[in-house]
């Protein structure tokens, strides 16, 4: 899972930026065992926008993406996490 999310570890959340780099570490590895084997990014969410990040920023050969639900605009989803955090909207 993405860090500070759900189950996992961590304090700060910052909407998939940060998980790009776990997805290049993932990817690194896999290109490392499987050298001959496309690798496709599938994302659903969260994990859609940091698979948007990772192939929009390394050069992979990616073979495909497979997105599912990722949000259409940071500043509104920054918006509801602020929300959902339930900092008043007039705190900045």
Known sequence: TARAHGDSEGNFNDIGWSA???LEAACDWTRE????QPVVLMGVSMGAVASIYAAS????????????????????????????LFIPWGVS
């Open 57 to 84: 920023e390394f050069s992979y050969p990616w073979a495909g993406l497979i997105l599912e639900c990722p949000y259409q605009h940071l500043v509104d989803s920054a918006m509801w996490r602020r929300g959902e």
């Open 20 to 22: 790009r780099l776990d």
């Open 33 to 36: 065992k499987l050298p001959d």
